[in-house]
């Protein structure tokens, strides 16, 4: 379902800055559906790749087989990330905030952590680059703080200063889509809101996964469940061995 | 010019000593895992180890005791889990392992300052992060010509770079094909070079497609022959990515029981490269990749 809604977000021809897993999923299920023309571009320096295996990894061979132009990944985030040329960019984290910030790096302080997780990769630059950037992960409490433990990737307002205060190109997250609903940032404030439920989802089921006093947008939509062409697709073409999905 | 090719056991006797900063680099493809196991099995100490991405190599010298430090932007073990003997140094008190983070972009700009003998490089990047705060060596710069405020990172100069490639001559023209990450540039700024290819090939072969050379033999100081010496990473053309291991790698490395196990049967246990493929004789035929050859060009003037 995440896979799907996250599918729909993408418009056809656009330039897609991929991540594995169900980023990857997602966009593999734009293209097959409503997106022929998109153009995935993936850290590793595939450019308009084409895979046809579902990759593992972002530098799986498939992506460069029949791909566009493959790269040095110096041009992957000069030419094509700090260029500008990237219209949306997918990200996912162990933890996101009430501002859209995200943590990939520690639970815990920095110096001692609790726990200590794979850090930032190319995440920092997709979200002061990318035109707009998507969030993925399932909703809970223990992902959703008010605050992060340490901002990796920038969201909407850091350490109480806007995007536009700290000079970043990109809109940045303007929309988190979760396992029950979808959140977007309020253009005025930056803060992530409620904007969209999964049908059967109450408000409250939201508000228990975050932890922040969560904010409902004026319009509440509701977001339509997979199509059977969608769930087929994800199931028996994209995902057989059901990698990603559970 | 004479032949630079030596066997693995001497390129890392000659080329790599206790307390160099150490790059093996690849981005998932070309991660010379053979070069690593030779350093593991000469015990080698005190190494700061450099990599965009730590992966199972780094995980496995980190295990070995061979690291003092790490400089990288992602440590995990991609699209499988966590690094573990990686994550058990950090998360030790007192940690064991020091840390220097950045993110790609930073290691990339890093290495290209380091390739071009810059003593920095700059990116638009860094606002509203908190990895400034966690490494003081993540600064700002103004711009001479606009006043803008720029991230800056200082260059990074190895003392040693190996990178993998699928062919080479002998004095080490070395050709790549499929992703390139990281490694022309490491490989610039590195103050010693060792490149390791699946195939040793006449300089002719290199000279009739020269677009295709990453590494000039000019650059390089010794040139290891070793097929199969990215195993479970690949090389494009040769044979595929090994998945099934690195995910098995994340229960491996779970245990540091079964981690010095599998270090003692397939790094220590083995001499070279040639019998750690003799020992595993199913890895070639699942892993060998199927031909799809490209027509070429033509460079006639």
Redesign the interface.
Known sequence: MMAAVAARELRDGEVTFVG??LPNLACNLARALHAPNLVLIY????IGAAPDRLP??????S???GSLM?????DV?QLF??NGRVGVGFLGGAQIDRWG?INT?VVGS?R??K??L????????IA??ARRVLVISRLSARSFPAEVD??????QR??G?S?RE????GAGPVKVVTDKAILESDPSTGEMVLTALYPGVAVEDVERGVGWPLRVGAALDTVAGPTGEELRLLREVLDPRGLYLS | MHSKVVTMKDAIAAHVRDGDTLVIEGFTHLICFAAAHEVIRQRRRELTLARLTPDVIYDQMIAAGCARKLIFSWAGNPGAGSLHAFRRAVEARPAELELEEYSHFGMVTRLSAGAARLPFGVMRNYMGTDLPAANPLIRTVNCPFTGETLAAVPALNPDVTIVHAQRADHHGNAQVWGLMGVQKEAAFASKRVIVVVEELVDESVIRADPNRTLIPGLIVDAVVVEPWGCHPSYAQGHYDRDNEFYVAWEEISRDPGRLRAYLDEHVYGVTDRAEYMRRQPALAERLGARPRICAGVSYGY
């Open positions: 594995i897993g850290e590793s320096g595939a593992v990894s972002i530098g799986d061979p992506l460069v087989t493959v790269c040095p990944m110096a985030f990330l700090q910030n790096t920095y001692e952590p726990v200590r794979p850090g930032a990769g190319g995440a920092p630059e002061v680059h340490f901002v990796t990737s920038p969201g850091s350490h200063r995007r700290l000079g970043m190109p």
